[in-house]
């Protein structure tokens, strides 16, 4: 209700519109829970609401955030080319001899990718000349969404200083591995001799890949948690639709699916049209060192884990709904706690890219916060603070401060952690 009623997103984010129908029919696609040309018919449908859809955003939509517009046109041009092809060739197959169904596909899927293409011309020549409103949802907002959202009620003025408390613990303590990686260097020197051993764009997906194996054989050799299935995910690269500005992310199935039990580990490569320094800013993220912590996180024991549990959730409730400060603060939570229990035979490299990943949380606490309370501007002060305090590089840091627009509370992955984190001391007391 404070999301339609008071935020009001459908008003102002053109990206919750040209998101949806990729997302509508991967699902149909990927998920395997009935015959392929029986979900070809269910996505076949979706398709014929795709106008609708692209109509209501034009409708709807005025004076957005230039932030929102300038994701949404990057989601509703790469989704074309997804429906186009990805979509088309996965409906070849399920149609198998079935012409008429194939027909009544190509039909629905011509128009839903021709909206798409329209919504992305419209986005860039009609709507972001317009874009200018705000997106900062104010305090009174940003308290309500948080006790909401994660029944947290701490004063905004406390829950900043945590924030910042919790940055320069965080901060002291890279700066100090820093100097065990790269004595008589500066921070960010150090932090650039991991990134230079990143994977070309390429090969983005391989060394996602082979990261995984280590990450599970640790939580076997080291007794930290009992592994409840030997199912392994996909590692793809993540959909057009869903590239809102996240690097990576794990798409796993529900609590009470029985039959499509695939997961996917989504790494997001470098878009088409970046220029090369922008492409090698975003590789330098994946570098070799954070590549085993982003799996820690997304995989084992991170999210995957988590929802390889969630059958044993003990109500409907708990398994249909979740808290970004449970799911992403257990996930934030296992990079360090691996790290404490020797993952990386205390490397310094693998310690400092433990600590670089906390301090961009750490980052996302404070940029959030003052972006929708104190007035922060994505361009200049959100960016800047990513660089300077959690040694971002430029292109990746604009992503993060940008996200912070639209995801105004992400400070829950560092809180969750930290509230882990008490909940395993008091157990231990």
Request: aromatic share 10%.
């Amino acid at each position: 209700l404070q999301d339609i009623q008071v935020i009001g997103s459908w008003k102002k984010n053109p990206m919750i519109y040209v998101g949806t129908p990729g997302n509508a029919v991967d699902l149909l696609m990927k998920r395997n829970f009935a015959p392929p040309a029986e979900r070809l018919k269910s996505l076949t449908a979706r398709l014929r609401g795709v106008p609708a859809i692209m109509a209501a955003m034009k409708t709807n939509v005025k004076n957005p955030p230039k932030e929102f517009t300038d994701l949404a046109i990057r989601i509703a041009a790469g989704s074309v080319g997804f429906f186009k092809g990805d979509v088309a060739t996965w409906a070849k197959g399920a149609a198998g001899s079935d012409s008429a169904a194939l027909k009544d596909f190509t039909a629905a899927n011509d128009s839903a990718a021709a909206a798409l293409d329209d919504a992305a011309k419209w986005l860039k020549s009609d709507l972001l000349p317009q874009s200018k409103g705000t997106f900062a949802i104010g305090e009174k907002a940003f308290a309500d969404k948080l006790m909401y959202d994660e029944m947290v009620d701490i004063p905004l003025d406390r829950l900043l200083a945590l924030g910042e408390a919790n940055l320069k613990k965080d901060h002291d303590a890279f700066v100090a591995t820093a100097q065990q990686v790269a004595p008589g260097k500066t921070p960010a020197q150090a932090m650039a001799i991991l990134e230079t051993d990143h994977p070309s764009a390429d090969s983005l997906i391989s060394s996602a890949k082979a990261t995984v194996e280590g990450a599970r054989q640790f939580l076997v050799d080291h007794n930290i948690v009992e592994i409840p299935s030997d199912v392994r995910p996909n590692v793809v690269e993540t959909p057009p639709y869903a590239r809102s500005g996240s690097f990576a992310s794990m798409d796993s199935p529900g609590a009470f699916e029985t039959k499509a039990t695939e997961a996917f580990y989504y790494v997001t490569p470098p878009e088409k049209d970046w220029d090369k320094q922008h492409v090698e800013q975003h590789l330098r993220l994946f570098n070799r060192s954070v590549m085993n912590l982003i799996t820690i996180h997304e995989v084992f024991p991170g999210h995957f884990i988590q929802f390889l549990y969630s059958k044993q959730f003990p109500t409907k409730t708990r398994k249909l709904l979740e808290a970004s400060s449970n799911v992403e603060g257990w996930a934030h939570y296992s990079e360090q706690m691996m790290i404490e229990q020797g993952f990386g035979n205390g490397d310094p490299k693998v310690h400092l890219a433990q600590l670089s990943e906390a301090l961009l949380r750490d980052c996302r606490w404070v940029v959030g916060m003052r972006e929708h309370t104190k007035g922060l501007s994505v361009d200049d002060g959100a960016k800047k603070y990513f660089t300077d305090q959690c040694f971002q590089q430029p292109a990746n840091a604009y992503e993060e401060a940008r996200r912070g627009a639209y995801n105004p509370t992400y400070l829950y992955y560092t809180l969750g952690k930290l509230e882990i984190y008490k909940l395993r001391s008091d157990y231990q007391k």
